[in-house]
Nanobody, 126 residues
């Protein structure tokens, strides 16, 4: 079992920046980690992921060019740097780690293929 703890959320004005952190309870260098978000009344959606080696990243079209995911395996922490924030970025942001080594997140896969954090609220005011 892995515990993931997100932090760094808060209230920011449109155009501003935030950096989210996801701290894992044990070493996770062999596992892909992703950020997902869920806005009120909407389904949880993919935002970004970084592969186990950190060599590849991928982003949702809605955040491409504004968000950057990175990882520090020595600190067992993954970050999501969010810039040029928009009101539509308002959501609870969740960190997730794949349960299987060397396995990327795939669209539509069951949620129980990953461990999830409790989420951190990001609110962007206009």
């Amino acid at each position: 079992q892995v515990q993931l703890v997100e932090s760094g959320g808060g209230l920011v004005q449109a155009g501003g920046s935030l950096r989210l952190s996801c701290a894992a309870s044990r070493a996770f260098s062999s596992y892909a980690v992703g950020w997902f978000r869920q806005a009120p009344g909407k389904e949880r959606e993919f935002a970004a992921q970084i592969t186990w080696g950190g060599g590849r990243t991928s982003y949702a079209d809605s955040v491409q060019g504004r968000f950057t995911i990175s990882r520090d395996n020595a600190k067992t922490t993954v970050y999501l740097q969010m810039s040029s924030l928009k009101p539509e970025d308002t959501a609870v942001y969740y960190c997730a780690q794949k349960k299987n080594k060397y396995s990327d997140f795939v669209a539509g896969e069951p949620r129980d293929l990953a461990y999830w954090g409790q989420g951190t609220q990001v609110t962007v005011s206009s």
